[in-house]
C-alpha cells in the first residue's frame, strides 16, 4: 500500500516540475538567449521481492537545457561578421551618398568651375564671366573643404564608437568572469549544471563578440575563456582583462585599443580587432584614408595646376598672374614620443608627382629612413634633408630644421589634409590672368610670306619675359634678335627668348620683322584662359596619367565600390546569421503548441497519478473497514 | 531542416519577411518617383563613376556652345562690317573712274573730293565698330580702346595682330574677329603681284595705262626701273642697276620683261622712269586719301595732268586689291561661321548621344519598375496575410 502511495507521490512530484519547467519555457518563449529545459526523468530503481523487481515511481534526474553545442563557434563569428559589417556598411553607405549626390559630391563643382572657365576664355573681358568663375571656385573649394569634413566626422564618429565600444567591451568582460565564478562555485557545489547562468552567459558572450569579436575555449568547472580573434585574452576563468584607448602618437584624436596588464599595456593592433569596434576602425583605414588621399589628391593638383598656370599669363591690370587657391601643402605630425628638437617642412614639387600613400620618417641616430604608413614597407628615399637637397619621397619634398634625436619619428600625409586646407585666395576677379604676358605681331611691311603662331610660355619667371624683342630676318634661313646674332630659321621650328616661344613658319624676305612685346592691362587676349580651361582634362595627376575629371569619376566608384560590397556582405552574413539563429533555435527555442502538448501530456499523467493515489486511499479503506467489521 | 521551429522564430522570421517586403516596395517606389535607378554610387558604383564622366562631358558641350554663340555674335558683326565696307570701296571705286575722266572739270571735281572725303571718315568709323559688349572688333587683343585714330599724317593702328582662338567642340577652335592690322593694314597694291609705278620727279607726260603678268615667263618678285632717254629708247634696270632688256619706245605699246607686261602712252621726257616693285602692303586708308590728293590735284602742267592720270591709275588698282582682299577676309570670316554651324551639329549629336548613354545608365525603366512595384507588393501583402494566418495559430487558443 506505501509502495502505491510512494510511486503516485513521487509521478506528482516528477509530473509538478515537468509542468514547472513547461511554464518556465513558456513564460521565457520570447527571453532572448532563452535555452529550452527539459525535465529528464528516469524510473527508480525496482524493489527486490523475491519474485523480481516491483518498480517505485519515477525520479527527475536533472532539468536539461536544450542546447546544439555544434553551433556556438560559429554563432560567435557570426555575431561578430554581423557587428564589423553594419559598422562598415552604415559609414560608408552615407559615405557613398555624400560623395555622389549631384549636391554635395565633388563632380559637379569641379564641372562648373571649367566651365566658368570657358566662358572667360570665350570673353575674356567680361567682369560677370570672371565673377561667376570666381564664385564657381569659391564653391569648388567649399566642397573640398565640406566632404573632408564629412571625412573627418566619420573618423571622429569612429573615435567615439571605438571609446563606447570599450566602455561596452569592459562591462562585458567583468559580467562575464562574473558569471564564470557563480557556474563553476554553482556547479561544484550542486553537481547540476545552472542553466540559466550557462543562457546568461552565452548571450553576453555572443554581445562582446557582436562588439569586438572572440573565440572561447571552455576551462575547469565550467567557465570559459574568452579571447579577441587576434588571439589576446579578454576573460580567463573569473578574470576578466581591462580594455583600454591609446592615443595614436601621430594623431592624439584617434584612438587605438590596449589591453591592461600587470606588465603595461599591450597595443591590440586595429586588424586583428572584428566586431563593430573592428568595423569602425575598418573603416578608418579602408574607407576615412584612401578617401582622404584621393579627394586631397585631386584638390592639390587642382590648386597647383591652376595655380602655376595662372602664373603664366597677365590679368586685366597687366600684371603677371598669381595664385587662385592657396596651395594645400603636405601634413607632417611629429610622434609623441619625440625627444628631439626636429621639425619637418614640406612642399610639393609637382602636382603629377604627388602620391597618396602617407609615409614615416625615422631616424636612427645617423640616418633617415622612410617606411609606409599602412604597410610598413620601406620607401625609397632620396636627398639628404637640407633644403638645398630635400628628402623627396611620394612627391612630397621634405626639409628637416632642428636635431633628432634617435627613435624619433614623424608621418608625412601628401594629400590626405589638401581638401581641407584648399582655398581660393584671389578676390579680385580681374586678377585672373587671362591673357599672354606677350605678343607677336609681324610688321606690316613685310613682303614674305612667313608668319607667326601662338606664342607659349616656357619660363614665367623669366625676368626679362616681357621685354620687347624684336626678330629680324637677315636672310631667307638667318635671323637676328634685337639686332644682333644670326641664328639659323627652320620654318616651324620653335623660337625660344627670355622665356617665352614661339614657331615662325613660311618663307620671310630679308628685312621682315616680328616683334614680341608685352600684352598690356585691359587686353582681351584668351589664350592662357584656353590654357586654363584645358587642365581639366590635362593628365595631371600620378604621374601624368590621369586627369581632373579622371579622378573625380574614380573617387566617385571606389566610395561606391567600398558601400556596396559592404551591402552585399552584409547582405550575406545576415543571410547566415538568420539561418544559424533558425538552426539554433530548432534546438534551444521554445514552441508553444509543443508545450501546450506537452502540458496536456503531463497534465493528464498527474491526473493519473492522482487517481493512483485515490485508489491506494481507497484499497486502504477497504481493507480497514474489512478489519473494522 | 527539422519539425521543430521556435515559435519566437516564426514570428522573427514572418516579421523579416514582410521588413523586407517593406523595404523593396520603398525602394522601387523612390526609383519611380526620383526616376534613376539610383542616387547612391554604393547602388552601382561603375556605372555611377562614369555619369560623372558623362556629366562632366556634356556640360563641356555646353559650355562649348555657350563659347560658340559668343564667337558667332562677333562674327556676324564682323561680316555685316566686312560688307559695309566693300559697299564704300564700291563707292569710292565708282568715283574713282568717274574723277579720271578726262571731262571733269577742277570744280566738279572738288564736290568728289568732298565725298570722297566723308567715305573716308564712314571707312574710319567703320573700322572702329563696337563689338557691343564696350570692345572694339577689330583691335585684335587691344581692343578696349578705338584701334583706329585719325592723326594729321594719316591713320594710325593701337591695336595688335593677336586672334583669340575659343573653343567651341572638342579640340575644335575657332578664331574670333580678324584683327584691324589684318583687316585694313596688310593690303596689297598694284595689281596683286607687282606694282609699275611712275617717278615723282617724272616731267614727261608718259602714263601707264596697263600692268599685267606675262602669260609666258612667271614674275619672280625683283625690282625694276624703266627709264627713258628723252630720244625714244627705254631701258629696263634690276635692283642692281644692270641693264635686263632696253629697245625702242612706242607710245601705247606694251614693253615685256621678266614676266612682267606694261604698258606706258604718252611721252616721257629724258630722264623719267617707272619703277616696278613686288606689290608692297598698304593700308585702306592710305589708299583713299591717295586717291582724294590725286582727285585734289588741279593739274596745271601736261606733266601734272600725266601725274595725276598715274595717280588714278594706281588708286584704280589699289581699290580693286582692297575690294578682293576685303572679300577674301569675309569669305574667312563665312568659313569660320560655317564651322561654327557645323561643330554645333556635331555638339548636340555628341550631346544626344551622351544623356542616352547617361538615361541607359541611371533611368529608371518606368513599365519594368511600375510592374516590378506591383509584384512587390502582392509579395508584401501574401507576407502580411500569411502572418495573420500563422499568428492565430496556437495549440493554447484550442485548449479552452
Known amino acids: 500500500m506505501t509502495d502505491i502511495l510512494a510511486t503516485g507521490t513521487s509521478a506528482l512530484l516528477a509530473f509538478q516540475r515537468a509542468m514547472a519547467t513547461i511554464s518556465n519555457n513558456v513564460a521565457n518563449a520570447n527571453t532572448p538567449g532563452y535555452s529550452r529545459q527539459q525535465v529528464v526523468l528516469a524510473a527508480k530503481p525496482g524493489q527486490f521481492q523475491g519474485y523480481g523487481f516491483v518498480g517505485t515511481g519515477v525520479d527527475v534526474t536533472t532539468v536539461q537545457r536544450m542546447v546544439n553545442t555544434m553551433l556556438t563557434g560559429q554563432l560567435q563569428q557570426s555575431s561578430s561578421e554581423m557587428g564589423r559589417l553594419t559598422s562598415l556598411d552604415g559609414l560608408a553607405d552615407s559615405l557613398a551618398q555624400y560623395f555622389s549626390g549631384s549636391s554635395t559630391g565633388i563632380a559637379q563643382p569641379m564641372s562648373n568651375f571649367f566651365d566658368a572657365l570657358q566662358a572667360v576664355s570665350s570673353n575674356p573681358t567680361s567682369v560677370a564671366a570672371r565673377q561667376s568663375l570666381l564664385g564657381s571656385a569659391q564653391n569648388l573649394a567649399t566642397t573640398f573643404n565640406s566632404l573632408q569634413g564629412q571625412l573627418q566626422q566619420v573618423d571622429s564618429q569612429v573615435d567615439q564608437g571605438v571609446t563606447a565600444g570599450v566602455a561596452t567591451v569592459n562591462q562585458l568582460t567583468k559580467q562575464i568572469a562574473t558569471l564564470n565564478q557563480q557556474i563553476s562555485s554553482q556547479s561544484s557545489s550542486t553537481g547540476q549544471p545552472p542553466n540559466d547562468l550557462l543562457d546568461q552567459r552565452d548571450q553576453l558572450v555572443l554581445q562582446l563578440s557582436n562588439e569586438i569579436g572572440v573565440t572561447t575555449t571552455a576551462g575547469d568547472n565550467g567557465s570559459l575563456s574568452v579571447f579577441t580573434t587576434g588571439g589576446q585574452a579578454l576573460v580567463l576563468g573569473n578574470q576578466a582583462q581591462q580594455l583600454t584607448t591609446v592615443s595614436d602618437p601621430y594623431q592624439p584624436a584617434r584612438h587605438s585599443l590596449a589591453l591592461t596588464s600587470a606588465g603595461g599595456s599591450i597595443l591590440l593592433p586595429d586588424n586583428s580587432i572584428s566586431g563593430s569596434i573592428g568595423g569602425l576602425l575598418q573603416v578608418r583605414h579602408t574607407v576615412v584614408d584612401p578617401m582622404e588621399a584621393q579627394l586631397g589628391q585631386a584638390a592639390a593638383g587642382l590648386a597647383s595646376a591652376v595655380n602655376s598656370q595662372n602664373k603664366n599669363g597677365v590679368d586685366l591690370y597687366g600684371n603677371m598672374g598669381g595664385d587662385v587657391f592657396s596651395t594645400p601643402t603636405p601634413a607632417v605630425f611629429a610622434s609623441s614620443k619625440n625627444t628631439g628638437s626636429a621639425t619637418l617642412t614640406t612642399s610639393v614639387g609637382s602636382a603629377s608627382s604627388l602620391g597618396t600613400s602617407n609615409f614615416i620618417l625615422q631616424y636612427d641616430g645617423t640616418n633617415w629612413s622612410a617606411s609606409d604608413a599602412t604597410t610598413g614597407a620601406a620607401v625609397s628615399l632620396s636627398g639628404s634633408g637640407t633644403s638645398a637637397s630635400p628628402f623627396v619621397v611620394n612627391g612630397v619634398s621634405v626639409v628637416v630644421g632642428g636635431s633628432a634625436s634617435a627613435g624619433d619619428s614623424f608621418l608625412v600625409q601628401p594629400s590626405a589634409q589638401a581638401a581641407g586646407q584648399i582655398a581660393v585666395t584671389m578676390t579680385d576677379p580681374n586678377r585672373l590672368a587671362a591673357a599672354s604676358p606677350v605678343r607677336i605681331a609681324a610688321a606690316t611691311a613685310n613682303t614674305g610670306n612667313a608668319s607667326a603662331g601662338q606664342l607659349s610660355i616656357t619660363d614665367s619667371t623669366n625676368s626679362n619675359l616681357q621685354s620687347p624683342v624684336n626678330i629680324q630676318f637677315t636672310s631667307a634661313t638667318t635671323y637676328s634678335i634685337n639686332g644682333s646674332g644670326s641664328y639659323t630659321y627652320t620654318s616651324g621650328s620653335p623660337i625660344t627668348v627670355n622665356g617665352w616661344s614661339v614657331a615662325i613658319s613660311g618663307t620671310p624676305a630679308v628685312g621682315d620683322q616680328f616683334a614680341v612685346s608685352a600684352n598690356g592691362a585691359n587686353s582681351s587676349d584668351n589664350s592662357n584662359a584656353n590654357l586654363l580651361a584645358g587642365l581639366d582634362s590635362t593628365n595631371l595627376l600620378n604621374g601624368g596619367t590621369t586627369s581632373l575629371t579622371q579622378a573625380v569619376s574614380q573617387i566617385t566608384s571606389s566610395v561606391g565600390s567600398i558601400a556596396s560590397q559592404a551591402d552585399y556582405a552584409l547582405n550575406a552574413r545576415t543571410a547566415i546569421d538568420t539561418q544559424l539563429t533558425t538552426q539554433a533555435s530548432t534546438t534551444s527555442g521554445v514552441n508553444l503548441d509543443e508545450e501546450a502538448a506537452n502540458m496536456v501530456k503531463y497534465q493528464q499523467a498527474y491526473q493519473a497519478a492522482s487517481q493512483i493515489i485515490n485508489i491506494a486511499n481507497e484499497t486502504f479503506q477497504t481493507l480497514i473497514a474489512a478489519v473494522h467489521t | ?400
Open chain 2, 1 to 400: 531542416m527539422t519539425d521543430r521551429i521556435s515559435t519566437a522564430t516564426m514570428y522573427t522570421q514572418s516579421l523579416s519577411s514582410i521588413m523586407q517586403g517593406e523595404a523593396a516596395v520603398t525602394r522601387t517606389q523612390q526609383q519611380i518617383s526620383s526616376g534613376k535607378k539610383w542616387t547612391s554610387a554604393a547602388d552601382d558604383p561603375v556605372g555611377a563613376g562614369l555619369a560623372v564622366l558623362l556629366d562632366r562631358a556634356n556640360s563641356q558641350l555646353t559650355a562649348f556652345g555657350n563659347n560658340a554663340s559668343t564667337v558667332s555674335n562677333r562674327l556676324n558683326l564682323e561680316t555685316n562690317a566686312l560688307s559695309t565696307v566693300n559697299t564704300h570701296i564700291t563707292r569710292i571705286q565708282e568715283l574713282a573712274i568717274e574723277a579720271s575722266n578726262d571731262s571733269q572739270s577742277a570744280t566738279s571735281r572738288s564736290a568728289i573730293v568732298a565725298e570722297l572725303k566723308q567715305e573716308y571718315s564712314s571707312l574710319v568709323a567703320l573700322a572702329n565698330s563696337s563689338d557691343g559688349t564696350g570692345r572694339y572688333l577689330f583691335g585684335g587683343t587691344t581692343d578696349a580702346t578705338a584701334p583706329f585714330s585719325t592723326t594729321s599724317s594719316g591713320v594710325t593702328y593701337t591695336g595688335d595682330q593677336t586672334q583669340r582662338q575659343i573653343e567651341v567642340g572638342p579640340n575644335v577652335s575657332v578664331g574670333d574677329s580678324d584683327s584691324g592690322s589684318d583687316v585694313f593694314q596688310c593690303i596689297p597694291t598694284g595689281n596683286g603681284s607687282f606694282a609699275a609705278r611712275a617717278s615723282s620727279a617724272n616731267t614727261g607726260t608718259a602714263v601707264v595705262s596697263s600692268s599685267s603678268l606675262d602669260a609666258n615667263t612667271a614674275y619672280t618678285g625683283g625690282t625694276y626701273s624703266v627709264t627713258f632717254d628723252g630720244a625714244g629708247n627705254y631701258q629696263v634696270l634690276d635692283a642692281s642697276n644692270n641693264v635686263v632688256t632696253g629697245g625702242t619706245y612706242t607710245a601705247g605699246s606694251t614693253i615685256s620683261f621678266a614676266g612682267v607686261n606694261l604698258t606706258i602712252g604718252g611721252q616721257p621726257a629724258a630722264g623719267d622712269s617707272f619703277s616696278v616693285k613686288p606689290a608692297p602692303s598698304q593700308d585702306l586708308f592710305t589708299t583713299v586719301q591717295n586717291l582724294i590728293n590725286t582727285v585734289g590735284a588741279n593739274p596745271q602742267t601736261p606733266a601734272q595732268t600725266a601725274a595725276q592720270r598715274n595717280g588714278f591709275f594706281a588708286s584704280i588698282e589699289d581699290l580693286q586689291q582692297i575690294s578682293s582682299h576685303i572679300d577674301n577676309v569675309n569669305a574667312g570670316v563665312g568659313a569660320r561661321l560655317n564651322t561654327l554651324d557645323e561643330t554645333a551639329s556635331s555638339r548636340s549629336d555628341q550631346s544626344t548621344s551622351l544623356q542616352n548613354t547617361l538615361s541607359n545608365l541611371q533611368d529608371v525603366d518606368f513599365a519594368q519598375a511600375a510592374s516590378q512595384l506591383s509584384l512587390q507588393s502582392t509579395a508584401l501583402q501574401a507576407a502580411q496575410l500569411s502572418f495573420q494566418k500563422v499568428q492565430s495559430l496556437s495549440l493554447f487558443q484550442l485548449l479552452k
